[in-house]
C-alpha cells in the first residue's frame, strides 16, 4: 500500500505544491489537506505543515495559524505518534502550538534573506532524517523573515544534551538563531521542525541543482513502509 502523506495549506501557504511533488518524487502519495479539515488528518500516515506566510505572518508568524481547526488533530496526533514535519512557516506553527519547545522571532539583520544554506545534520534518527548521516553536510534553500530560532538557556541545554537539534547551520548563520540551529526534534524524534526547505530542493534541475532535501521525504516513506 502507498504511503498516504498529507500537506497542510493554510491561507497564505506557498509551498505546499512544491511539497506535494517532494512526495511524489520520493515515492509516496501526496494528499492535500485544508487547515479546516479536522478529520481528514486520520486518513494519512504523516503530515506535513508547508512553508509560506499563514494569515499573512500577522500576530506573530504561525501564531494565527496554531488555531486552525486542523491544528487541533494535527497536535493530539503528534503526541500519539503521527509524524509530523513543520519547514519554514510549518517550524513556527509547531512552536506556537508547543509540539516543539522554543520561538521563532524575526531576523537580527531585519531582512528578509533568500539564499541556498550550508547545514550540518545533528541527528539522524529521526522519522524524517534518517536517510541521512549524522555530521553529513548538504545545501539546502533558505528564506524566510522570521527565522532566528530562541529559547531559553534551559531549554537549549536539553535539546543539546539530549541530541535534540537535528540541523545546524554552517559558515553563516543567516538569521541569529542561538546555537546555529537550523532544525529540532522532539523527544521521540517523529515531530521536525527547520526553517530551510527541502522541497526546493529534489531535482537536479531546479532550486540548488543538488537534491539534498530528498532524503528529508525518502526517509518518512521507509518508516512508513517499514512499520
Known amino acids: 500500500m502507498t504511503a498516504r502523506i498529507g500537506v497542510v495549506t493554510f491561507p497564505g501557504s506557498l509551498d505546499d505544491r512544491d511539497t506535494q511533488r517532494a512526495?511524489?518524487?520520493?515515492?509516496?502519495?501526496?494528499?492535500?489537506?485544508?487547515?479546516?479539515?479536522?478529520?481528514?488528518?486520520?486518513?494519512?500516515?504523516?503530515?506535513?505543515?508547508?512553508?509560506?506566510?499563514?494569515?499573512?505572518?500577522?500576530?506573530?508568524?504561525?501564531?494565527?495559524?496554531?488555531?486552525?481547526?486542523?491544528?487541533?488533530?494535527?497536535?493530539?496526533?503528534?503526541?500519539?505518534?503521527l509524524p509530523v514535519l513543520g519547514i519554514c512557516n510549518g517550524f513556527q506553527i509547531l512552536t506556537e502550538a508547543h509540539l516543539l519547545p522554543g520561538g521563532m522571532l524575526g531576523n537580527d539583520h531585519l531582512h528578509f534573506i533568500c539564499r541556498d544554506q550550508k547545514l550540518r545534520v545533528e541527528n539522524a534518527d529521526t522519522s524524517w532524517t534518517s536517510d541521512y548521516t549524522a555530521g553529513q553536510e548538504i545545501h539546502i534553500p533558505l528564506k524566510n523573515m522570521d527565522g532566528r530560532y530562541v529559547a531559553d538557556r534551559r531549554t537549549l541545554d536539553e535539546l543539546e544534551a539530549e541530541g535534540r537539534v537535528a540541523f545546524r547551520y554552517l559558515d553563516l548563520n543567516p538569521n541569529g538563531s542561538l546555537n546555529d540551529i537550523a532544525g529540532i526534534t522532539n523527544a521521540a524524534g517523529n515531530v521536525v521542525g527547520l526553517m530551510p526547505h527541502p522541497e526546493h530542493a529534489v531535482e537536479s534541475l531546479i532550486g540548488t541543482g543538488r537534491t539534498d532535501g530528498l532524503p528529508f521525504f525518502t526517509s518518512i516513506l521507509k518508516k512508513l513502509v517499514n512499520a
Do not use: N
Not at 23 to 52: F, T
Open 23 to 81: 512526495i511524489r518524487v520520493a515515492g509516496a502519495e501526496p494528499v492535500a489537506l485544508w487547515h479546516k479539515d479536522k478529520d481528514l488528518i486520520k486518513q494519512v500516515d504523516a503530515v506535513v505543515l508547508c512553508g509560506g506566510f499563514s494569515y499573512g505572518d500577522y500576530l506573530r508568524a504561525g501564531a494565527i495559524a496554531r488555531f486552525s481547526p486542523v491544528m487541533d488533530t494535527v497536535i493530539d496526533q503528534a503526541k500519539a505518534g
